[in-house]
């Protein structure tokens, strides 16, 4: 049958990174607050559908102006 989960995020030291490219460096950041949901046959890894809602004033680059 098929598979409905509500994510459960993970540990904070284990958040989704993300990174940009600025043209003059790349810059890395963490993903604080997020949510979402895994549906599909796991016997059919390609039904596997998976939606994911980021607040984006939750990005953190550990810069506080930039993260303004």
């Known amino acids: 049958g098929a598979l409905g989960v509500?994510?459960?995020p993970p540990p904070p030291d284990a958040l989704p990174a993300i990174s940009g490219d600025l043209g003059?460096?790349?810059v890395r950041g963490?993903?604080?607050k997020f949510e979402g949901t895994?549906?599909?046959d796991p016997?059919?890894?390609a039904?596997?559908?998976a939606n994911?809602?980021?607040?984006?004033?939750s990005v953190n680059t550990k810069n506080d102006?930039?993260?303004e």
């Open 43 to 45: 016997k059919h890894p």
């Open 47 to 49: 039904s596997l559908r």
């Open 65 to 67: 102006k930039r993260d």
């Open 38 to 40: 895994l549906a599909g």
């Open 24 to 26: 003059v460096s790349t």
């Open 30 to 32: 963490e993903l604080d």
């Open 6 to 8: 509500t994510y459960v």
């Open 52 to 57: 994911m809602t980021i607040q984006a004033a």
